[in-house]
């Protein structure tokens, strides 16, 4: 169960017009009801770090991609540590599920939230698609 204070401090990043759709989407994502994030949510940053985000975003519930795999993705195969950059500002934990962004080598590598958290947002991912 992801602490109310962490929800709190995601919420609190979006937008004012965003907070209640994603209250609904954290509840109901820990249950496994939801797996997508909402549509149009506003992404800050610049146009590299959007670029980026929204393809974090493309990234189905329960898998996960590499940092290279996002630079090649958007076209910037040499771009990795500026992927990684961009990922690390995400400010929408979860909702942007750069948590399903893993290192090269298969280690789960570093996340805003800490590790711990990371590995546990993936292990909630795959238990509730073993449910399905």
Not at 16 to 38: D, H
Not at 111 to 119: S, V
């Amino acid at each position: 169960m992801l602490p109310k204070s962490f929800q709190t401090k995601i919420v609190k990043a979006a937008k004012k017009s965003e907070e209640k759709v994603l209250w609904i989407f954290l509840n109901n994502y820990q249950t496994g009801k939801v797996i997508n994030p909402p549509k149009n949510i506003s992404i800050d940053g610049s146009p590299f770090q959007k670029m980026v985000l929204e393809e974090v975003c493309k990234i189905p519930y329960g898998e996960t991609r590499s940092y290279s795999e996002i630079a090649l993705a958007i076209d910037k195969p040499r771009a990795v540590r500026a992927v990684a950059s961009a990922i690390a500002k995400n400010k929408l934990l979860i909702v942007i599920p750069c948590h399903r962004v893993i290192r090269s080598d298969g280690k789960i590598g570093k996340y805003r939230g800490g590790e711990k958290l990371k590995e546990q947002l993936l292990v909630i991912e795959k238990q509730n698609l073993q449910k399905k």
